[in-house]
Nanobody
Framework: QVQLVESGGGLVRPGGSLSLSCAAS????????MGWYRQAPGKQRELVAT???????SYADSVKGRFTISRDTAQNTVTLQMNSLKPEDTAVYHC?????????????WGQGTQVTVSS
């Protein structure tokens, strides 16, 4: 019943931009902290950015100043705008929804979308 569907991944050259979108359904959107995580080959999954229902944001140091997370309450979507992309940003990016009060019971993941930064 719960679905998080990512889109927008692809191949981009270093210095370029890409926008990822996550469409959520089956959840009460305002009760969840939304986030983006990524996992590169040979590395553990890492937090990229999060955003609360009140639009408070948090970013990994590696993406600060380059990435922007936002949410659209009308469409139940969360977006990750990625600028000045680097090869190190290459990874599978996953959307996450974590319940504010009971994350142990309601913590959901999307299927992931591949981002490749290469010449």
């Amino acid at each position: 019943q719960v679905q998080l569907v990512e889109s927008g991944g692809g191949l981009v050259r270093p210095g370029g931009s890409l926008s990822l979108s996550c469409a959520a359904s089956g959840i009460i959107f305002s009760r969840y902290v939304m986030g983006w995580y990524r996992q590169a080959p040979g590395k553990q999954r890492e937090l990229v950015a999060t955003i609360t229902s009140g639009d408070a944001t948090s970013y990994a140091d590696s993406v600060k100043g380059r990435f922007t997370i936002s949410r659209d309450t009308a469409q139940n979507t969360v977006t990750l705008q990625m600028n000045s992309l680097k090869p190190e940003d290459t990874a599978v990016y996953h959307c996450n929804a974590r319940h504010l009060n009971i994350p142990e019971l309601h913590n959901y993941w999307g299927q992931g979308t591949q981002v490749t930064v290469s010449s």
